[in-house]
């Protein structure tokens, strides 16, 4: 069944709800942990603008206890949100494999007898596997963005309402029309190479157990020219997503030199001091880790929903 990307995701989270307070723990987590990492830098701005004679409420004693703090706190809260998003999608996982084993049981041996016993394979262990990424690197890094981002788009918005909408528009683009984009322009390429790699398991099988043969009538060449034929796909998602990271560096770069030449336009008219400019500036160069983790995912997505809709079917 050709089911929509978001018909699958659908599905897959609903598979979560028995473990929904670990997954809220991991949220929590996840967000203290990147605002942690976030300040580290906007406290180094601090700290500059202190030693530019500046006055701030933050003295560079304070800053330099501060940033120690976060630097310590950044590193336990974050293997606290790997670790529960981790426990959470093995969990799931063998739920998933126990389903999939039972659907096999009632349709062996009649109903499995004329399928491609390299895809029922790739189903089974890698395409499920895939699932992994799903569960443990895109439901809560999805919410973990957007709290994140809304936080950081208040502070900076604090500044000027200005800046605000720059940082904004900053995340939206790298976090949600970059990824929708690239998704719907790559899934059907994603397909493809999920049940092309069925289809590669399938012919490595056959070039296994016919290897003799192979060797006897001289075919060992069109075997890997066959082969050969079979990793094309993998090499045109691989390009598509070199061409994707490049697009929301891109992005990341053009946003944050709009926030330096704005802030600079309003400090220009005395609308916002110095700091303003250090600080907001700072701000959106270190704040686009979250929405950077959700440009990624676009690309794992392509092979996970493919993965999740084989092993639905």
Do not use: W
């Amino acid at each position: 069944m050709n089911r929509s990307g978001i018909k699958v995701m659908g599905k897959l989270i609903g598979l979560v709800k028995p473990l929904l307070h670990i997954m809220i723990l991991a949220i929590f987590m996840g967000v203290l942990g990147f605002l942690c990492s976030i300040f580290i830098t906007i406290l180094g701005g601090f700290g500059l603008v202190n030693i530019l004679g500046i006055n701030t409420s933050l003295s560079l004693k304070t800053i330099f206890l501060v940033v120690t703090i976060f630097a310590v706190l950044r590193g336990i809260l974050r293997y606290l949100e790997r670790a529960s998003n981790h426990y959470i999608a093995f969990k799931i996982l063998a739920l998933i494999r126990n389903k999939v084993f039972t659907s096999l049981r009632k349709l062996a041996p009649a109903k499995l007898e004329g399928k491609d016993k390299g895809n029922l394979i790739s189903i089974i262990t890698s395409d499920i596997e895939l699932l992994e990424v799903f569960y443990a690197h895109t439901i809560s890094p999805i919410i973990i963005a957007f709290l994140t981002s809304l936080i950081m788009v208040i502070f900076i918005g604090k500044y000027n309402i200005v800046l605000g909408v720059i940082a904004l528009l900053g995340y939206i683009t790298v976090g949600v029309i970059i990824p929708i984009v690239s998704y719907k322009k790559g899934e059907d390429v994603g397909k493809d190479y999920r049940n092309n790699f069925g289809e590669m398991n399938s012919f490595f099988l056959d070039s296994l157990r016919g290897i003799r043969e192979s060797i006897q009538y001289n075919a060992t060449k069109k075997r890997l020219e066959d082969i050969n034929n079979l990793t094309e796909k993998q090499k045109k998602l691989k390009d598509y997503e070199g061409n994707i990271k490049a697009v929301t560096d891109g992005a990341i770069l053009t946003f944050s030199l709009l926030m330096l030449f704005v802030s600079i336009y309003l400090n220009s008219k005395n609308i916002i001091n110095f700091e303003g400019v250090l600080i907001s500036t700072i701000s959106m160069m270190s704040s686009f880790g979250p929405v950077t983790a959700l440009s990624n995912l676009a690309n794992n997505l392509f092979h996970t929903l493919a993965s999740g809709n084989r092993v639905l079917d």
